[in-house]
């Protein structure tokens, strides 16, 4: 079965450079949700999107910023990155209309800040 | 606001020993409650859920949970660990089709 993809896997950036990772969901599901987990960290609620429109919001700094497009795939941008934001950011998505209320996630993109 | 707590923040156990992990939740609402298992480097897995109906749900690789609503926790439990089983186990809770908030995690070594 298909699972949630994101891309990229590794990705090494330097202070004060910009960052998009993508996420394209399970096909058929209408929900992504961005999450960050730091070194040793619970994984911590970013955005979410429903049917393209932003749908929650949690704990995302303004130089983060993201959105949901018509195939369902969705990008976090990150601009003047900071040492704080290495982390792994897991994108995962589920079917509002299903009722099951499951998050499927992706492997996660990891990112290192130098 | 929901929450969760874990309250073991590590655990050590021999193969084959038997293994219960607590969580407890604080939402004001009807919940649904996870468990998801994160082997090293990789990425969530969900062991089992609980939505509804009985609240002994089992999941896969032999872990169950039981949901007791008067106590608020969903604890996981394994009759018998493997050493396979080394890894770091998330509770969670969310309500209907919205974030999941996570506990803190288990780190569950199991030693030969």
């Known amino acids: 079965a298909a699972g949630v993809i994101q891309s990229p896997r590794h990705l090494i950036k330097e202070k004060r450079e910009t960052a998009t990772l993508k996420c394209y969901p399970i096909?058929?599901?209408?929900?992504v949700y961005w999450y960050q987990q730091g070194p040793g960290q619970d994984p911590q609620f970013l955005i979410s999107f429903y049917e393209k429109m932003q749908s929650d919001k949690g704990s995302i700094p303004d130089r983060f910023s993201a959105q949901q497009f018509s195939d369902y795939h969705s990008e976090l941008n990150m601009s003047s990155l900071e040492l704080g934001d290495s982390a792994l950011y897991f994108c995962?998505?589920?079917?509002?209309?299903?009722?099951?209320?499951?998050?499927?996630f992706g492997p996660g993109t990891r990112l290192t800040v130098t | 606001a929901q929450s969760v707590s874990q309250h073991n923040h590590h655990v050590i156990l021999s193969e084959a020993a038997s293994l219960e992990l607590g969580c407890n939740y604080s939402y004001g609402g009807t919940v649904n409650l996870f468990w998801y298992v994160q082997y090293p480097g990789q990425h969530l897995q969900l062991l089992l859920k609980y939505f509804s109906g009985d609240p002994l749900v089992k999941g896969i690789k032999g872990f169950e949970a039981e949901f007791i609503k008067s106590k608020f926790s969903f604890n996981l439990r394994k009759p018998s660990v493997q050493w396979s089983d080394t890894a770091e186990y998330f509770c969670a809770v969310n309500g209907g089709a919205s974030k999941l908030t996570f506990g803190t995690g288990t780190r569950l070594q199991v030693t030969l």
């Open positions: 995962a998505s589920s079917l509002a209309a299903s009722g099951s209320w499951e998050q499927y």
């Open positions: 096909p058929r599901h209408d929900t």
